[in-house]
Nanobody, 121 residues
Framework: QVQVVESGGGLVQSGESLRLTCAAS????????MGWYRQVPGKQRELVAS????????SYADSVTGRFTMIRDNANNTMYLQMNSLKPEDTAVYLC??????????????WGPGTQVTVSS
């Protein structure tokens, strides 16, 4: 079984920064995709940043390009989302998604419970 936990959310003012952490643990053999999403009530879940092993590239949503940076710690199955110049429209629950292969050679896809980010104007 694979567990994913996010942390680092909070309440900040517009223009400030936060760093979110996503830690994956459990029966992981390899990770192929890691992604940060955000969810606002009543709106569709939005992909914020993602990395895939196949291309080894990180891509960002247009709305966060230049402000957010995704950082991977491969050795610890951890990733971070450095969020700078935060805006009120960045307010959301931020969720981490991890996909890969388990130690039993089976594919997995795991979500964390999310962490709330609130940006006041």
């Amino acid at each position: 079984q694979v567990q994913v936990v996010e942390s680092g959310g909070g309440l900040v003012q517009s223009g400030e920064s936060l760093r979110l952490t996503c830690a994956a643990s459990g029966s992981i053999s390899s990770i192929s995709v890691m992604g940060w999403y955000r969810q606002v009530p009543g709106k569709q879940r939005e992909l914020v940043a993602s990395w895939s092993n196949e291309r080894d590239l990180i891509s960002y949503a247009d709305s966060v390009t230049g402000r957010f940076t995704m950082i991977r710690d491969n050795a610890n199955n951890t990733m971070y989302l450095q969020m700078n110049s935060l805006k009120p429209e960045d307010t959301a629950v931020y969720l981490c998604n991890v996909r890969g292969i388990s130690i039993w050679s089976m594919g997995f896809a795991a979500w964390g419970p999310g962490t709330q980010v609130t940006v006041s104007s």
